[in-house]
């Protein structure tokens, strides 16, 4: 169904009904009408989950049978069809699935009660292949059959993601359950409707129906039941009965202990067990217990975590070094083996933050290099506070104080002021997206604007870091009314000298320097309609003047080049991945959001592309939907966005089997840096091209008016034009294809790159349909040009792109 806040559309009739509370969902009796499944078709299904789930020798293809076999025992039943479904999303060939089902919907809607059962059951699963566009498939899937349960299912899920937990959501996940068919489904629907409940901030209701849910669910698997069980156990953490608390405490520890749960969700167990262990007496020490009971002695991170906590640094390291799990940096500077994860570090970087001689370009960093090699560890942990490594000098420290106290003493205050300067400005920024007041130890200022959030950095600066700053100095930058931006440094541009800001070239005083002192870079300002001040810090690797041109538009700037995030902006607190951002000059990239990136390319080819790499070829020749329309409305609906289902994916993996092919190498982490570069420095052509708006009147009115004056429309469009330039810019744009792709499948970003990737998409697919007219792009005429992205080549895509471009003044 997908994740995130999207709005979904009902067809009239039904929103009416559900909105009246007349639908089926409110007022049938609470004995269910239908019958259930047959038992044989419920064990043949529960076999492929176990197959599923336990992921054997040839588990994919006696599950697929075990599937294929419930749906012939039970043509009505819609779970065998959900499993399959999701058996292609896994193998990348959900749109020939989709394909397959649009076809038999093809047939008259039938007069006989099974056949209209098995009709609704099919425009069902094509709804849930569709995604937010197929959600009205629901409503006449229970038009059809008004005791379906996954439409009902279906329907509350949709709102639940467009509208939250509202009475509507719940109203039709109590109907899913009540009609039911099988455990299982039934299940699955009360682990929604805690979800919904828990949303909804009703956690004593949630804890409720979950342990009612699982009674019902006594007889399926644990495995199967741990997703509701967690769930009604975070209910009951929540509670605000502590004897609901204790209870949910007690039984998480058992489920711990006892219960198969995956290892990223014991890990969330661990934490919100942590929170709440202190509370009772023998807390902490029976959640170690249950640790110890979990896993052998040889594979337990959790309980290493806890050791650390309670200092026992040195069994924590051997638990996690006999589990073969990589070492965190802080763990072997306790230990006195600083050299170790310094190596680690500095292996691991782009080869553009390194000088010729292998070291990093930041004197700093460098010099932290080189005090590793040397071997002194007071020299060593003086050098981690220069950089702005506080958590691994204050780890230092302890390892220090036995050697020599008093160094040890001054490196652990000096770090922990560090922390605490850091964790200071993350709560004030908390602060604001809370509406309270910024700084109530001190505002001379007494607003909410930017003054008022310098001086409460001021404050924070002038007790926990090194050195005299004036804040209040700070140069500004303006983008018209729109937006003001604390000038983020490092140094003043000419454009700064011509403006009056500073010595071209002299270092940028007031906040950015106080940053740089820690070894860090930050971006703080106001945006008009944003909810105050916002800010983001990043740990700084070293900084570059970078220059080029992309149809002819130059374009010239500084990119800050960054490895973490100390304190995110708002939209990454409100979820978003933000990997880099353009400034007024330049922009900055977080190395460390895009390296996952690489993993997941990697991923990608030795799951498709290993050994013969039939299942690739699968993936890669698997047919979309046809149109379904002729004559005058084809090629509209031949671009139409239409169901992506896994296009991203398909387009790396075409990319992917490609270089295989001709013996060169995968994805390389600096090639997607360039990637997040190229679209970075779209928005610098798009600065020298409105900016300043007095010497380009005429282009920024222009723009201006293009979006109706609305900040969001204009960042939208900026937003667009960046992506648009980087498939130009790159040598091969179906990098940056695979990420807009990528974008419109979310379709509810936090911040503007998912509606600008979509606008982008729609007019690429549409200039692709005029190719293809012209002949001059190789796409089957009969289906979505969507669903054959990954077919084409670079050459045809960036003079897509450039066609786009030209059209858009470029």
């Known amino acids: 169904m997908g994740k995130g806040g999207v709005r979904v559309g009902l067809c009239a009739g039904t929103l009416c009904l559900v909105l009246l509370g007349l639908a ?29 789930r336990e992921r054997g020798e ?9 599937a294929l076999a419930a749906a012939r025992l039970e043509p009505d039943w819609a779970a065998p069809g959900r499993f399959l479904d999701d058996l292609a999303r896994e193998n990348l060939t959900a749109h020939a699935r989709l394909a397959e089902r649009l076809a038999k919907l093809q047939e008259p809607v039938p007069t006989d009660p099974a056949d209209r059962r098995r009709r609704a059951v099919e425009l069902y699963l094509v709804g849930r292949l569709e995604g937010k566009a197929g959600t009205a498939r629901f409503s006449r899937a229970l038009a059809l059959d008004p005791d379906f349960a996954w439409a009902h299912h279906g329907i509350g899920w949709m709102l639940f993601l467009g509208h939250g937990p509202d009475a509507r959501a719940l109203r039709a996940a109590r109907a899913a359950r009540r009609l039911a068919r099988d455990p299982f489904d039934r299940l699955t629907f009360a682990t929604a409707q805690v979800r919904y409940l828990l949303a909804g901030k009703e956690p004593d209701a949630a804890a409720r129906l979950g342990h009612e849910a699982l009674a019902e669910a006594a007889a399926l698997p644990p495995e199967e039941r741990t997703q509701l069980l967690i769930s009604t156990l975070r209910a009951e ?112 970087l782009p080869r553009f933050v390194l000088g010729d001689d292998g070291l990093p370009l930041s004197p700093p960093l460098a010099h932290l290099v080189e005090a590793a090699r040397g071997g002194d560890q007071g020299e060593l942990g003086r050098a981690l506070l220069a950089a702005g490594w506080f958590t691994e000098a204050r780890a230092l420290a302890k390892h ?26 993350h709560a004030l920024l908390d602060r604001v997206d809370e509406g309270a007041d910024f700084a109530p130890w001190r505002t001379t200022s007494g607003g909410r604007d930017l003054d008022a959030l310098l001086d409460a950095l001021q404050f924070l600066f002038d007790r926990f870091g090194e050195g005299q700053f004036d804040l209040s100095a700070s140069p500004r930058l303006r983008t018209g009314p729109f937006a003001t931006v604390i000038h983020p440094g490092p140094r003043f541009s000419e454009l700064d000298g011509r403006a009056g800001r500073g010595p071209v070239g002299e270092p940028v005083g007031g ?71 353009a400034l007024h000059e330049g922009f900055w990239i977080d190395i460390e959001g895009v390296r996952g990136e690489v993993d997941h390319y990697a991923s990608l080819e030795q799951r498709f592309l290993a050994g013969e790499g039939t299942r690739g070829l699968r993936a890669l020749e698997a047919e979309g939907p046809l149109l379904g329309v002729q004559g005058s409305r084809a090629a509209a609906e031949r671009a139409r966005i239409y169901a992506p289902l896994g296009e991203a994916d398909r387009v790396r993996l075409a990319l992917l089997a490609e270089r295989r092919a001709a013996g060169n190498p995968g994805i390389r982490f600096e090639e997607l840096l360039e990637v997040t570069a190229a679209h970075e420095a779209g928005h610098l052509v798009d600065r020298d091209r409105y900016l300043p708006l007095s010497q380009h009147l005429g282009a920024g009115l222009e723009l201006l008016l293009s979006v109706g004056f609305r900040p969001l429309a204009l960042a939208r469009r900026l937003e667009y034009d960046a992506e648009l330039l980087s498939l130009i810019s790159l040598p091969d744009p179906r990098l940056a294809l695979a990420d807009i792709l990528d974008g419109v499948e979310e379709e509810n970003g936090v911040t503007e790159h998912s509606a600008a990737y979509r606008e982008l998409l729609a007019d690429l697919l549409e200039e692709l349909e005029s190719m293809r007219a012209r002949g001059d792009a190789d796409l089957d005429p009969e289906r979505y040009l969507i669903h054959q992205l990954h077919r084409l080549d670079p050459a045809t895509l960036r003079s897509a792109a450039t066609a786009v471009a030209r059209r858009m003044g470029y």
Do not use: M
């Open 400 to 425: 220090l104080a036995s050697a020599d106290p008093e160094a040890a003493a001054d490196i652990d205050r000096r770090a922990t002021r560090g922390i605490a300067l850091l964790d200071g400005i």
């Open 511 to 581: 906040l950015a320097e106080a940053l740089a002192s820690i070894g860090r870079f930050g971006v703080f300002g106001t945006v008009v309609g944003g909810d105050g001040p916002d800010g983001t810090i990043l740990k700084a690797l070293s900084f570059e003047e970078r220059s080029g041109e992309v149809l002819g538009h130059p374009y010239h700037g500084t990119v800050a080049w960054c490895q973490g995030v100390d304190v995110p902006s708002r939209p990454a607190r409100h979820g978003a991945e933000i990997v880099g951002a």
């Open 24 to 52: 089926p969902s409110a007022c049938r009796s609470a004995v269910p009408s239908v019958p259930p499944v047959e038992e044989s078709a419920s064990r043949a299904l529960a076999e492929a989950r176990r197959f599923q």
């Open 58 to 66: 040839g588990w994919e293809e006696r599950a697929r049978l075990a």
């Open 237 to 348: 953490l929540d509670s605000s009965d502590r004897e609901v608390v204790e209870r949910g405490f007690w039984s998480a520890l058992e489920l711990l202990r006892t219960s198969p749960v995956d290892e990223s969700v014991a890990d969330q167990a661990v934490a919100a067990l942590e929170e709440v262990s202190h509370r009772y007496r023998g807390g902490p020490e029976a959640l170690d217990a249950a640790l110890t009971a979990r896993y052998e002695l040889s594979r337990n991170p959790a309980r290493a975590r806890l050791l650390r906590k309670r200092g026992a640094g040195a069994l924590a390291l051997y638990l996690l070094d006999s589990a073969g799990k990589g070492l965190p940096y802080r763990l072997l500077f306790e230990q006195g083996r600083g050299d170790e994860p310094v190596e680690d570090w500095l292996s691991k």
